[in-house]
């Protein structure tokens, strides 16, 4: 037992030391820079306020924003396990970001499908001029320093796999859960971040539409979460015997929260204080307000009562399927996305997931996997160039090419998120173990996995 | 002596409470509990998943009297807990073999007032 723990360390170890070491043996390599490319005298202070402060509405999403909404929904036993996860990925894909993973999803090209190690360790990343890419004379963000658009992404990173843990939550061995989520973090979330939104990525060249994260956080999230339910099985008593969530008042706080920090999420990946940031910030607000009102309608009308839980689901799922888009609808966009989020995923959740009998315990492919890809179609629908001059105008707006190539984007993370997460999960089965002891699953997580409990029985 | 064990709705509660005191009955343990008779609980529904758990909440009076008290103690709980509908609850009489009171080692009737 402990033999193999201290593998892992030594793993870690080694890959912290290949990080450090790339850049050097290619510094020698390292691009010109050239004249154009933007100076300390472009940073906009008030882009550069927007931005941190995003990033740090952004930190809140994952704790305690989305810690609060699964732990809310869990059983007693297993509410520290949630928020141990949540933040141990704060922790874990920081430092992941910092070592390798921001060089690897933005970092300099390679062939289109990943990014080098030429910034690992944040070398080469500045913290007070904006960043330049010499190939494509271009920046990621003019206006504000390196290091900030960096931090923003950072918590992207960190929030993604945090999405996943809601379909294996309450049965998932800790050890395993952090192993997948480093590898899955490097493996899955790097590429794809840098095909959508790295410079030189394939789907980005394309012309896929993706604001701020529909596909590489939503769709890659929830496609993951799906395949993570079917092969760790069922939680011990599914469906006949679970109890209900175990403190809802926390799951509210939790999805607050969320929609708080969702601000940040898509009104910050404006990378501006701009008008764009506005309209982002507008159009997040106005889906997030309908899909919530469309769930309770949808649960009013099929099972008689509106719901806490349901209003809180379906704002969460708005703001899922409105995140591609933000940057590039308008209100009536917003509202027919936030009606189609509040609709889709009442039905998976509801109709296809007691049919099919898989068990996402807290339906993280049901609001994010569903939500997301209606996002990134419905982007394809309702763009408008009168929002985003750099974006596309959609089917609606007389261009169905671009219905097609978000419908490309789609699949093709679709397929790499499946497959991947598929190889990765039984991979880390097979050398660690991903589920629990029966034993341990019944006792609880919060203490087999980590010796405490969330609540006394007496004083 | 006799150990009485009442289960009565939530919001009896305080009235009950203030016709034991009218009685002269000070003492009582009370517990939050939950429970079902034949008018069964109302099943509640997450994400459209209805619960098949049907249980009520309800309020457990436990009290240990000597056997003048047990006539007017019935009558408080059953005046202060009726309301004439289904679910009033039930109360249950019991034999007490022993009551000890920890503090001064006395037994039987004085060790319950």
């Given at each position: 037992?402990?033999?193999?723990?201290?593998?892992?360390?030594?793993?870690?170890?080694?890959?912290?030391m290949?990080?450090?070491?790339?850049?050097?043996q290619?510094?020698?390599?390292?691009?010109?820079?050239?004249?154009?490319?933007?100076?300390?005298?472009?940073?906009n202070?008030?882009?550069?306020?927007?931005?941190?402060?995003?990033?740090?509405?952004?930190?809140?999403?994952?704790?305690?924003?989305?810690?609060?909404?699964?732990?809310?929904?869990?059983?007693?036993?297993?509410?520290?396990?949630?928020?141990?996860?949540?933040?141990?990925?704060?922790?874990?894909?920081?430092?992941?970001?910092?070592?390798?993973?921001?060089?690897?999803?933005?970092?300099?090209?390679?062939?289109?499908?990943?990014?080098s190690?030429?910034?690992?360790?944040?070398?080469?990343?500045?913290?007070?001029?904006?960043h330049?890419?010499?190939?494509?004379?271009?920046?990621?963000?003019?206006?504000i320093?390196?290091?900030?658009?960096?931090?923003?992404?950072?918590?992207?990173?960190?929030?993604?796999?945090?999405?996943?843990?809601?379909?294996?939550?309450?049965?998932?061995?800790f050890?395993?859960?952090?192993?997948?989520?480093?590898?899955?973090?490097?493996?899955?979330?790097?590429?794809?971040?840098?095909?959508?939104?790295?410079?030189?990525?394939?789907?980005?060249?394309?012309?896929?539409?993706?604001?701020?994260?529909?596909?590489?956080?939503?769709?890659?999230?929830?496609?993951?979460?799906?395949?993570?339910?079917?092969v760790?099985?069922?939680?011990?008593?599914?469906?006949?015997?679970?109890?209900?969530?175990?403190?809802?008042?926390?799951?509210?706080?939790?999805a607050?929260?969320?929609?708080?920090?969702?601000?940040?999420?898509?009104?910050?990946?404006?990378?501006?204080?701009?008008?764009?940031?506005?309209?982002?910030?507008?159009?997040?607000?106005?889906?997030?307000?309908?899909?919530?009102?469309?769930?309770?309608?949808?649960?009013?009308?099929?099972?008689?009562?509106?719901?806490?839980?349901?209003?809180?689901?379906?704002?969460?799922?708005?703001?899922?399927?409105?995140?591609?888009?933000?940057?590039?609808?308008?209100?009536?966009?917003?509202?027919?996305?936030?009606?189609?989020?509040?609709?889709?995923?009442?039905?998976?959740?509801?109709?296809?997931?007691?049919?099919?009998?898989?068990?996402?315990?807290?339906?993280?492919?049901?609001?994010?996997?569903?939500?997301?890809?209606?996002?990134?179609?419905?982007?394809?629908?309702?763009?408008?160039?009168?929002?985003?001059?750099?974006?596309?105008?959609?089917?609606?707006?007389?261009?169905?090419?671009q219905?097609?190539?978000?419908?490309?984007?789609?699949?093709?993370?679709?397929?790499?998120?499946?497959?991947?997460?598929?190889?990765?999960?039984?991979?880390?089965?097979?050398?660690?173990?991903?589920?629990?002891?029966?034993?341990a699953?019944?006792?609880?997580?919060?203490?087999?996995?980590?010796?405490?409990?969330?609540?006394?029985?007496?004083? | 002596?006799?150990?009485?064990?009442?289960?009565?709705?939530?919001?009896?509660l305080?009235?009950?409470?203030?016709?034991?005191?009218?009685?002269?009955?000070?003492?009582?343990?009370?517990?939050?509990?939950?429970?079902?008779?034949?008018?069964?609980?109302?099943?509640?529904?997450?994400?459209?998943?209805?619960?098949?758990?049907?249980?009520?909440?309800?309020?457990?009076?436990?009290?240990?009297?000597?056997?003048?008290?047990?006539?007017?103690?019935?009558?408080?709980?059953?005046?202060?807990?009726?309301?004439?509908?289904?679910?009033?609850?039930?109360?249950?009489?019991?034999?007490?073999?022993?009551?000890?009171?920890?503090?001064?080692?006395?037994?039987?009737?004085?060790?319950?007032?």
């Amino acid at each position: 037992m402990m033999k193999t723990k201290w593998i892992w360390v030594l793993a870690l170890l080694a890959i912290t030391m290949m990080a450090w070491r790339a850049p050097a043996q290619s510094a020698g390599a390292g691009p010109a820079a050239m004249s154009v490319a933007p100076s300390a005298a472009a940073v906009n202070t008030g882009d550069n306020a927007w931005v941190l402060i995003s990033s740090a509405l952004v930190m809140l999403m994952t704790i305690p924003g989305l810690a609060f909404f699964y732990g809310g929904l869990v059983r007693r036993k297993n509410v520290l396990s949630i928020l141990m996860q949540c933040f141990m990925l704060m922790c874990l894909i920081s430092l992941q970001w910092i070592l390798f993973g921001y060089s690897l999803s933005f970092g300099p090209d390679l062939h289109g499908w990943i990014g080098s190690l030429h910034w690992a360790g944040l070398q080469h990343v500045s913290f007070d001029t904006p960043h330049w890419d010499p190939v494509t004379a271009s920046s990621y963000a003019g206006t504000i320093p390196h290091q900030t658009f960096m931090i923003f992404q950072m918590m992207f990173a960190v929030i993604t796999p945090g999405l996943i843990l809601g379909a294996f939550a309450e049965r998932m061995k800790f050890s395993a859960f952090c192993v997948f989520s480093l590898l899955w973090a490097t493996v899955v979330y790097d590429p794809v971040c840098h095909w959508v939104w790295g410079k030189g990525g394939f789907l980005g060249k394309l012309g896929a539409l993706d604001f701020a994260g529909g596909t590489v956080v939503h769709i890659n999230a929830g496609i993951a979460a799906l395949v993570a339910a079917l092969v760790l099985g069922p939680r011990l008593g599914y469906p006949q015997r679970m109890s209900p969530p175990h403190n809802l008042p926390f799951a509210v706080l939790g999805a607050a929260l969320l929609w708080f920090g969702w601000f940040g999420f898509n009104a910050g990946s404006a990378l501006s204080a701009s008008g764009l940031a506005t309209s982002a910030f507008v159009v997040t607000h106005t889906a997030a307000a309908t899909a919530g009102l469309t769930w309770a309608v949808m649960d009013w009308f099929f099972n008689k009562r509106p719901t806490l839980l349901g209003v809180i689901s379906g704002a969460v799922g708005g703001l899922v399927a409105i995140t591609p888009a933000a940057g590039f609808v308008n209100v009536l966009g917003a509202l027919g996305i936030g009606l189609g989020a509040g609709i889709l995923p009442w039905i998976f959740v509801s109709l296809v997931k007691p049919k099919l009998g898989y068990d996402d315990a807290l339906d993280a492919f049901g609001v994010h996997g569903v939500g997301g890809t209606w996002g990134a179609i419905a982007t394809g629908l309702w763009a408008t160039k009168a929002v985003n001059p750099a974006g596309a105008d959609g089917l609606f707006y007389g261009n169905p090419t671009q219905l097609l190539i978000q419908l490309k984007a789609v699949g093709v993370t679709l397929v790499y998120a499946l497959v991947v997460s598929f190889v990765l999960l039984k991979l880390v089965d097979l050398v660690l173990g991903l589920r629990a002891e029966p034993q341990a699953e019944k006792i609880g997580l919060d203490l087999t996995d980590h010796r405490e409990t969330g609540y006394t029985m007496l004083d | 002596m006799k150990y009485i064990v009442a289960i009565i709705q939530p919001d009896r509660l305080e009235e009950v409470m203030q016709r034991l005191e009218e009685k002269e009955i000070h003492l009582v343990t009370v517990t939050t509990v939950m429970g079902r008779g034949r008018q069964k609980g109302i099943a509640e529904v997450y994400r459209s998943h209805k619960e098949a758990g049907t249980l009520l909440k309800k309020i457990k009076l436990e009290i240990a009297v000597n056997d003048a008290f047990v006539q007017p103690m019935l009558a408080a709980i059953i005046e202060g807990g009726r309301t004439g509908q289904v679910g009033d609850g039930k109360i249950f009489v019991l034999n007490l073999d022993e009551c000890i009171r920890i503090r001064t080692g006395e037994t039987g009737g004085p060790a319950i007032g």
